[in-house]
């Protein structure tokens, strides 16, 4: 998700931080690593990781920039360090899911999908919104149920207890203005009409049309690129793409005429703000009359 968006842009140098396990890294990893030809991996995860990679170490140089998710630490490090090294323009923290329902949901496959994101981490964010008392009711009941059934229940149990709330609201007018309050990481809208609340939906990272289109298979391989904004960030940033990997520089030009067209108006506003050394590095190369 970091990588391949990099190597598109070309950048000539990716660097892998990812904490191993008993000292060793996942296997699958260093396979998709391999895939996207990095070369540079380091053992290293936590706060910790981004001061190595922002500042360099005796064994790693640092890079220009630090992108990707991590816990509520790895937010608070990478925002740190920010002005020393560039940072995406997001906040990338614990995981949100955000899911509209209506009396059509099937109430099991809401239960599954707040589960499957609160197994993430006890600090991930679920919400569910409906118009459908009832159907809120048998949701939770669905979860009591399934709780039992995964092997990180105690995390998910955790996540939904502290951060998990399920609302009801009287009007989708109402409801997409929560939604856009909360500007959720994930956004399912498992909705008949979901066509009609697209165009209003202002503030999301990624938007899950229907009942099929399911946050977990936005997670492995329905193209989107998974690392969103979180913490109502998607307010005002949006997932990485390739524009996470370009600058962009500014190049002017201008003629005697040119100059001498646009000069006068910048002399103006020069010495109304005081500036008067601005007016005259402008002044002097316009022709005289």
């Known amino acids: 998700m970091n990588a391949i968006p990099a190597i598109v842009a070309g950048v000539k140098r990716i660097v892998m931080i990812n904490p191993g396990f008993k000292g060793k890294q996942n296997p699958a990893v260093l396979y998709a690593a391999r895939k996207c030809k990095i070369k540079e991996i380091y053992s290293i995860g936590g706060p910790s990781a981004i001061a190595a990679v922002a500042y360099g170490t005796k064994k790693i140089n640092k890079v220009n920039k630090i992108v ?13 360090v920010f002005g020393d090294v560039g940072i995406e323009g997001m906040t990338a923290g614990p995981s949100e899911v955000t899911i509209v329902c209506d009396k059509f ?12 994101q609160a ?20 949701v939770q009941n669905e979860i009591v149920k399934q709780l039992k059934e995964i092997p990180r229940s105690s995390i998910a149990r955790q996540s939904l207890s502290s951060n998990g709330i399920l609302m009801h609201i009287s009007s989708d007018k109402k409801i997409i203005d929560v939604v856009n309050k909360i500007a959720p990481e994930h956004l399912e809208l498992n909705v008949k009409n979901y066509n009609s609340f697209v165009p209003k939906i202002k503030s999301s990272g990624s938007v899950c049309l229907g009942k099929y289109a399911v946050m977990a298979m936005t997670d492995y391989n329905v193209g989107s ?24 520089i500014s190049y002017i030009n201008l003629s005697k005429k040119g100059i001498e ?19 005259q590095s402008v002044k002097k190369r316009i022709r005289r009359k």
């Open 105 to 116: 949901s099937n109430p099991e496959w809401v239960a599954s999908d707040l589960i499957g």
């Open 225 to 248: 690129n998974h690392i969103l904004p979180t913490n109502g960030s998607a307010k005002y940033s949006s997932g990485v793409s390739v524009n996470e990997f370009y600058k962009r």
């Open 68 to 80: 990707g998710p991590g816990n509520a630490y790895v937010a608070a490090a990478k925002k740190e």
């Open 261 to 279: 067209s646009l000069g006068p108006s910048v002399i103006t506003l020069a010495n109304y703000e005081g500036l008067a050394g601005h007016a």
């Open 119 to 138: 197994e993430h981490d006890n600090l991930a964010q679920c919400i569910l919104i409906s118009k459908d008392k009832s159907l809120i009711d048998k």
